[in-house]
C-alpha cells in the first residue's frame, strides 16, 4: 500500500477539501463523528457562541485517554501566492498541499484512524477513549475547548491523560513533543500625563518622560530563573502609542501595551503585583487593563511522556525531546481538568504560511504513534 492509499490521507484529504476558516467548522465534526458512532462513541455537541465543538466518549471508567484539537484553519491569504487551491488537497512529489495539511486535519485524522484500529483489536479494553474537538482554537478561543472544559468540570467528568494534536515536530516527525507551554498575560498601560505645547514644558507633564525611567527597569527585571522544563519568564513591550501627530505637542497620556510568557515558578498574581509596585515605585499616575489569555502548564515524566515516548521511538526510531516552547495552545484549558497533558503532531515548517502542506509518508505512522500510546495505557 502505498502512503497515498492510506484510511489516514483519505481522511485528511477530506477534511481539507471543507473550507473551515476559524471560526466554522464546515462539517468537518459530523464526518468525525459519524466515524466514531459506529464504534460505541456517545458523540456530544456543546456549540456555543456561534462556534462547534464536539465531545465524544467511548466507555464510562477510568483512566480517561482524551485526543483533543481543532477543525479550524487560519485565513489563506492572497490566494495567489498559492502553488495549488488552498481547499483542494494535492500531491506533488510525495508532499501533501492545503490549508490545515499540518494544523492540524492530519492529526484528526489520524486520531479518528488510531481510534478505529485500536477498538477493532481491543473492544473490551480498559477505560475510555474520548474526543475533544472545536472550530474555536485559531481565533479568539473564547467559545470552544474552554467551554467544553467548563461543561465536563460542571459535570464532574475529569481526563487522566490528553494528547493535543497540534504541530510539534521540528526537523522530522516525532523529534519533538510539548510537555507544558508557558503561561501568557497581557497589560494594557497608560500613563496619563498633561499636554502642553513643547516650548512651555514647565506647563506640562510628559508622559512619556516619566515612564522611561520605569520602563527601564521593567525591561531589565528577572522575574524569576525557569525550571527544568521553562525558561525564565520574560516581560516584552509589543507597542508604545503617544501624541497627537504634530511635533510641538507635549502628549497627555502614553499607553503601552505589554506582555509576560511565564514560567510555572511565577503566577499571574505576584506578576501583577510586582509590576504596580515598580510603576507606583516611580510615582506614575497611571492603570492598567490585564488579561490573562492561559496559565502555564506543564506534565512531568510520568505515564502519558513515556508511552507517547515510547510509541515514537518504537514506530519512528527517534528519541524526541521534550520542549515548552512556541505560543499557547488549547492545552492550557485542558490542563484544568486533565493530570497529564502533551502536545505532538506533524512538522509545524508551514503552518499558517502559503502553500501548507506534510509529507504524505508522515500520516500513517503519526496515527500508528497514536494507537501505540493509547495500547500502553489502555491495555
Not at 510537555?179 to 498601560?189: F, I
Not at 510628559?206 to 527544568?228: C, M, R, S, V, Y
Not at 490542563?335 to 501548507?356: L, M, Q, R, Y
Request: glycine share 8%; net charge negative.
Amino acid at each position: 500500500m502505498s502512503a497515498a492509499d492510506t484510511p489516514t490521507f483519505s481522511l485528511a484529504c477530506e477534511l481539507i477539501a471543507r473550507h473551515s476558516v476559524t471560526p466554522e467548522d464546515s462539517g468537518c465534526l459530523d464526518v468525525i463523528a459519524a466515524r466514531l458512532a459506529p464504534l460505541g462513541f456517545a458523540c456530544e455537541r456543546i456549540d456555543t457562541g456561534g462556534v462547534c465543538n464536539l465531545w465524544a466518549r467511548r466507555g464510562r471508567s477510568n483512566p480517561v485517554m482524551c485526543f483533543a484539537g481543532h477543525t479550524d484553519v487560519v485565513p489563506i491569504g492572497p490566494i495567489e501566492a498559492w502553488a495549488t487551491p488552498p481547499f483542494e488537497p494535492t500531491v506533488r512529489d510525495g508532499i501533501l498541499y492545503g490549508r490545515g495539511a499540518a494544523d492540524m486535519k492530519s492529526s484528526l485524522a489520524a486520531f479518528v484512524v488510531a481510534i478505529e484500529r485500536f477498538v477493532a483489536a481491543h473492544p473490551a479494553h480498559k477505560g475510555s477513549i474520548a474526543l475533544l474537538l472545536t472550530s474555536d482554537e485559531e481565533g479568539v478561543a473564547t467559545h470552544g475547548t474552554v467551554k467544553v472544559v467548563e461543561a465536563l468540570a460542571a459535570r464532574g467528568e475529569r481526563l487522566d491523560y490528553c494528547i493535543v494534536g497540534e504541530p510539534t515536530s521540528v526537523a522530522t516527525l516525532g523529534d519533538m513533543i510539548k510537555n507544558g507551554r508557558r503561561g501568557s498575560l497581557s497589560g494594557t498601560l497608560r500613563v496619563k500625563g498633561l499636554q502642553g505645547h513643547v516650548a512651555y514644558p514647565h506647563l506640562a507633564r510628559n508622559p512619556i518622560h516619566q515612564f522611561a525611567p520605569a520602563l527601564a527597569e521593567l525591561a531589565a527585571t528577572k522575574w524569576d530563573d525557569g525550571n527544568e522544563f521553562f525558561p525564565p519568564t520574560t516581560w516584552q513591550v509589543s507597542n508604545i502609542h503617544a501624541g497627537t501627530g504634530a511635533n510641538n505637542v507635549i502628549p497627555g497620556a502614553c499607553e503601552v501595551m505589554f506582555n509576560f510568557r511565564f514560567a510555572s515558578v511565577s503566577t499571574a498574581e505576584d506578576l501583577k503585583a510586582r509590576t504596580h509596585e515598580v510603576l507606583d515605585r516611580h510615582g506614575l499616575d497611571y492603570d492598567i487593563e490585564w488579561q490573562l489569555s492561559g496559565k502555564p502548564f506543564i506534565t512531568g515524566r510520568g505515564k502519558l511522556v513515556a508511552a507517547i515516548s515510547d510509541a515514537i521511538r518504537e514506530t519512528l526510531a527517534v528519541d524526541t525531546e521534550l520542549s515548552t516552547t512556541g505560543g499557547t495552545s488549547d492545552g492550557r484549558f485542558i490542563a484544568e481538568i486533565c493530570n497529564e497533558v502533551v502536545e505532538f503532531g506533524p512538522v509545524n515548517a508551514s503552518i499558517h504560511k502559503v502553500n501548507e502542506h506534510i509529507a504524505i509518508d508522515a500520516l500513517a505512522p503519526l496515527a500508528t504513534v497514536y494507537e501505540g500510546t493509547m495500547a500502553r495505557l489502555l491495555l
